[in-house]
């Protein structure tokens, strides 16, 4: 596709419930990174893959946040058993091998009640 | 640790007028620095970047930053603001080097343009 696209665009979720994000990096961009955005707030740099290996998942702030890119093209962040403090604008961007510019998809923006 | 500090948190200018939005950084070599702009329900767009050669580095929509070492500091600036420019502006550093751009963003300063 032309740019990087991210679904859903937003997401209510009752404390307790597992959500799926989905992104779909730039044709061809072989690194994929998540971010989250809380409400004023910059972006926090959540994981990292290189086509379908997950090289650093340092940011991930519990074991409830797994990610996974299975062919090394779309990717699943997954939050299970939310809380309040999972709301925020999950970002997701990809770049080109060798180049370091990301591009950025719209984000999630998921609010858990 | 890489980090990064943008002072203002809201700036209000006239159209027309000039803008500068401050943007410091900490980081223990030579830095990769960033401007993005995020206009509202939109995912973040690149301003422009420095690595090396020119500390003064042109960007799209007629901005540029100043990469001033001895301050630790990447200013944006642009000379005349048009109301399309009122939006989030955020800055970040990364490695130079290494397997890959783990970028560290800055708070982020949210900029109103005024009639």
């Known amino acids: 596709g032309a740019g990087v696209s991210q679904s859903p665009r937003y997401k209510v979720a009752k404390r307790g419930q597992d959500v799926a994000l989905r992104c779909d990096p730039i044709?061809?961009?072989?690194?994929l990174f998540w971010y989250q955005q809380a409400l004023g707030q910059g972006p926090e740099f959540l994981t990292y893959f290189q086509n379908e290996a997950q090289l650093d998942k340092s940011g991930l702030p519990s074991d409830r946040f797994f990610a996974e890119r299975p062919e090394g093209s779309v990717s699943t962040l997954k939050i299970q058993r939310t809380q309040q403090e999972d709301s925020a604008v999950y970002l997701c961007?990809?770049?080109?091998?060798?180049?370091?510019?990301?591009?950025f998809g719209p984000g999630t923006r998921l609010t858990v009640l | 640790a890489q980090s990064v500090t943008q002072p203002d948190i809201h700036i209000t200018v006239s159209e027309g007028a000039s803008l500068e939005l401050r943007c410091n950084y900490s980081?223990?070599?030579?830095?990769?620095l960033f401007w993005y702009v995020q206009s509202p329900g939109q995912g973040l767009q690149l301003l422009l970047k420095y690595f090396s050669g020119d500390t003064l580095v042109q960007g799209i929509k007629g901005f540029e930053a100043e990469f001033k070492r001895s301050q630790s500091s990447f200013n944006l600036r642009k000379p005349s603001v048009h109301w399309s420019d009122a939006a989030e502006y955020f800055c970040?550093?990364?490695?130079?080097?290494?397997?890959?751009?783990?970028?560290?963003f800055g708070t982020g300063t949210k900029l109103q343009v005024i009639p």
């Open positions: 970040a550093v990364g490695p130079s080097s290494g397997g890959y751009q783990k970028v560290t």
């Open positions: 961007a990809s770049t080109a091998l060798g180049t370091n510019e990301q591009f």
């Open positions: 044709s061809g961009h072989v690194s």
């Open positions: 980081y223990g070599a030579t830095p990769y």
